[in-house]
């Protein structure tokens, strides 16, 4: 029952970036929408009347297309106190309310073929900065096919983004498209092979960032060690190119295992040979690592590590490593309320210098009924740089309503 209700919370709450890095909702038309700021005791009523709509309601859609499709509404209502809206050394500080309106539609209910579309329009406005307001549109489309033997899967997507990240400072206006597919087949009862190719790309609306083009394309052989375990020998190509800097290919070789390790830890990993060939400066390798695991700690508490050791390139051209550990957990205390904290840290290095790159979160969400979640977090982040300018520290209160008919 808390696996479920925890992967319910995930499914109904469409805006959790708001309460993670991204402060500002990835989606924009500015042609459309230059909102003033909310006064905060109106957005305060209009959360307070969506809940009391949303306490009789079942857990219908809002339309059903045929006997396999589903289509539901979706919205959020939330407010954030943001001390550092531009995550810099000398902070801003700011208030911010956010209203996303959207669509879901689910198809391939009770068949092999399933998917979803789901596109939502946020609005943000800002109590004394109305110069950041936003509206930014996000749309994501994805689907899979699986018979037992053979698995496919198709994801596509596009999002306007206005947030900051540990690189890109001062709520810096981009578009991110994204597309791919994966495929699964058994060749025989122990051996499988998969393989797949997603495309990103990024186009900034400032100068000084690069647009950038991303081409990843994984190959993994899977071998049944035991019948809850497989075992993989995987590569990995990466192309990545720029306008600003060097484009650069990557070759992952690797070893590695995924699925349920014991009755109460599961996940996958793979460790490797990381090489990265630059256009001008020549090759590079590097132990490379990445995997997430979870450990059931109780029937309603979870446990989760996450490492990687990879390459990487700023929006701004700069070649870097990345390390990164990452700790959570998330216990649902009862049918209708769920808690989490999360602790991650990434290296950075620039190989002129290495920053240190800290989030914490704490969060807790309550089901009001099957059609609204209240979910709220504080979250800190804090970067340690010997680039002179380059700390900050920030701190983000936030409370939200998720609604979904």
Known sequence: MGRNLNLKLKNWLPNAYLFGFNCMPPHVFPQLYAPPPFPMKNLIRYAVLSASLGAGAYAAPFMAIGDGAELFVTGTLGIRADDNIFTVETATSDVIFDVTPGLD?????????????TLAHAFSSYSDNSRLNTNLFSGDFGARFDDGKLKLAFNLGFHEQNQNTPDVRGLTRRDASNAGGTA????????????GIQFAHENYKKAGYTDSDNL????????????KVDL???????DYQVDIGEDSKDHYFNLGARGEFTPKLSGKFS????????????????LGWE?????????????GFGSSNDYGTTPQGQQQKNFSLSGDVTSNISDVWS??????????NYYTRTDDFIEGTLGAAYI??????IVGAYVHRSNTSDLAGSDFKQNVFSVAASIRY
């Open 184 to 195: 699964e087949i058994e060749i025989s009862q122990i051996t499988a092979v998969g393989g």
């Open 105 to 117: 539609l689910t198809f391939g209910k009770d068949s092999q073929v399933k998917g979803s579309l």
């Open 339 to 348: 808690v989490n904290a999360g602790l991650s840290y990434r290296a950075i």
């Open 216 to 227: 990843t394309v994984p190959v993994d052989v899977f071998y049944k060690w035991t019948p």
């Open 368 to 373: 009001v009924n099957a059609n609204v979640r």
């Open 271 to 286: 460790i490797g040979l990381n090489s990265r060939k630059l256009d001008r400066t020549g090759n590079q390798n590097q």
């Open 291 to 303: 995997g997430k695991l979870t450990y059931e700690l109780s029937p309603k508490t979870r446990f």
């Open 232 to 238: 993989s020998f995987g590569y990995r190509y990466r």
